[in-house]
C-alpha cells in the first residue's frame, strides 16, 4: 500500500517559517519525482516546488527565494523548507510523488499564515 504522509503544517506569523516533510512508504523512492503543491480555499491546486530523481530543483515563481525543496532517499522523505511566509501562501500543502506510470498524493498538512 502506498502512503504519503506529510507533517509539519500549522500557525506561523507573517514573516515565519516552516519546515514541511513528507515520508513516503510502499514505492521505490529513488523513481519517483517529487513535488508540493498546495491548495488555498477557492483556488485551484498549484505548484509550489518540484525535486527530480537526480535532484533537479523547479520553484515555483511566487516562492523562488523563500522556499527550498530536498529529498532525503535513505529516509524516504521529501522536505520543505519554507521563510519569509506571507497570509497568502495560507493554503493545505500535498505531497506528490510521480513516475511514468504513478502518480500519489498525500493527504495534506494545514499552513495557516496569520497574525
Known amino acids: 500500500q502506498v502512503q504519503l504522509v506529510e507533517s509539519g503544517g500549522g500557525l506561523v506569523q507573517p514573516g515565519g517559517s516552516l519546515r514541511l516533510a513528507c515520508v513516503a512508504s510502499g514505492i521505490i523512492f529513488t523513481r519517483y519525482d517529487l513535488a508540493w503543491y498546495r491548495q488555498a480555499p477557492g483556488k485551484q491546486r498549484e505548484l509550489v516546488a518540484s525535486?527530480?530523481?537526480?535532484?533537479?530543483?523547479n520553484y515555483a515563481e511566487s516562492m523562488k527565494g523563500r522556499v527550498t525543496i530536498s529529498r532525503d532517499n535513505a529516509r524516504n522523505t521529501v522536505n520543505l523548507q519554507m521563510s519569509s511566509l506571507k497570509p497568502e501562501d495560507t493554503a493545505v500543502y500535498y505531497c506528490?510523488?510521480?513516475?511514468?506510470?504513478?502518480?500519489?498524493w498525500g493527504q495534506g498538512t494545514q499552513v495557516t499564515v496569520s497574525s
Open positions: 525535486i527530480s530523481k537526480s535532484g533537479y530543483r
Open positions: 506528490n510523488g510521480y513516475s511514468l506510470v504513478n502518480d500519489y
